[in-house]
Nanobody, 117 residues
């Protein structure tokens, strides 16, 4: 059974920083891609950043230059470093993992990030 557990969300002022963590149960090499999505209030879930098993990264245009995704294979953890936060970054942030063999999507429970102006 795959579990993804996010942590690190909270309330921060605009311009501040937060680091989100996503701890996966077992080896992350079971997944082709791991990433972060977010769902702002009243809006659809959107992709924020992703990292492949080979370390390639992609970002939404809205976060390029401000957010950094990384992974620690030894700790089975993916991180999202968020700098220069804006009120429009306020959302529930979800960790996602795509299984290498089945292609199945796994999701964490979400962590709230609130950026005050």
């Amino acid at each position: 059974q795959v579990q993804l557990v996010e942590s690190g969300g909270g309330l921060v002022q605009a311009g501040g920083s937060l680091r989100l963590s996503c701890a996966a149960s077992g080896s992350m090499f079971r997944f082709n891609v791991m990433g972060w999505y977010r769902q702002p209030p009243g809006k659809q879930r959107e992709s924020v950043a992703a990292i492949t098993s080979g370390g390639m990264t992609t970002y939404a245009d809205s976060v390029k230059g401000r957010f950094t995704i990384s992974r620690d294979n030894a700790k089975n953890t993916v991180y999202l470093e968020m700098n220069s936060l804006k009120p429009e970054d306020t959302a529930v942030y979800y960790c996602n993992a795509v299984a290498r063999i089945s292609g199945y999507d796994y999701w964490g429970q979400g962590t709230q990030v609130t950026v005050s102006s």
